[in-house]
């Protein structure tokens, strides 16, 4: 057993923001407004779909947040890239949690499906990645499904999230 935590803050994750979670060049979220989770509400290496571990999260939504006035106005909705954004920051940040040198960056996803829209009305986003694979080799590289809920109910699936740890080269 390991002994890393498992869970977070919105204190915790916003240290990983200011890039001292890890340590400097190691994977680091974004501040908000673009950090897309408040908590992480647990983290394992082991368990989830594919029993290759997973990490769970939760987004408070309230009605002022800084994309509703301007996607769609009149018709607001959280933008679907916002939702899969809190998917590759989660993928990243468990790398970093597995101790993974490097900064993190999204490459790629296979297929996303979006079924349910998150609204001012919606109360609480609750998102999870499936990890398929971890490769530890020059390049590290975490690949997993992501699922989003909103309010309970499915709203985003994400297939092969794929995201890498880079390390700056010396000169």
Known sequence: MNDRPSSFSYEDILTCGHGTMFGPGNAQLPLPPMLMFHRITEISETGGEYDKGFIR???????????????????????????????????????GWLGEPGKGRAIS???????????????????????????????VLGTGDGWAKADGKPAYKATDLRVGLFQEKAD
């Open 57 to 95: 999260a939760e987004f408070d939504v309230t009605p002022d947040l800084w994309f509703f006035g301007c996607h769609f106005e009149g018709d607001p909705v959280m933008p679907g890239c916002l939702g899969l954004d809190a998917l590759w920051q989660m993928t990243g940040f468990y790398l």
């Open 109 to 139: 996803v296979g297929e996303v499906k979006l079924t349910e829209m998150i609204t001012p009305e919606t109360k609480l986003v609750e998102f999870g990645v499936d990890f398929k694979r971890v490769m530890r080799g020059r390049l």
